[in-house]
């Protein structure tokens, strides 16, 4: 068992002590952006990520009695 233990550790080991032939190049844009946004996108699209973060929440905090109700009958 530790023989076949020894084999995998050293293939998997090879890799690394030859080098790596492959440069990876991060793709990092260093102009500005080609398209300005505006303040009524930037308006919107804060408008929309608020909403789908704080919707469900606030939707469940409305609700909460409505569902101690339905848990409290289940229980029953």
């Known amino acids: 068992m530790s023989?076949?233990?020894r084999?995998?550790?050293r293939?998997?080991?090879?890799?690394?002590?030859r080098?790596?032939?492959?440069t990876?190049?991060?793709n990092i844009a260093?102009?500005?952006?080609?398209?300005?946004?505006g303040p009524a996108e930037t308006?919107?699209?804060l408008t929309l990520f608020s909403l789908a973060i704080l919707g469900p929440?606030?939707?469940?905090?409305?609700?909460?009695?409505?569902?101690?109700?339905k848990g409290s009958a289940d229980l029953e």
């Open 3 to 5: 023989g076949l233990l």
């Open 7 to 9: 084999g995998i550790a």
């Open 11 to 17: 293939i998997r080991a090879v890799p690394v002590l």
């Open 19 to 22: 080098g790596s032939t492959i």
């Open 24 to 26: 990876q190049r991060a």
């Open 30 to 37: 260093t102009r500005p952006a080609k398209d300005a946004v």
């Open 43 to 45: 308006a919107v699209g």
């Open 57 to 69: 929440a606030g939707w469940v905090l409305a609700n909460l009695e409505n569902y101690k109700k």
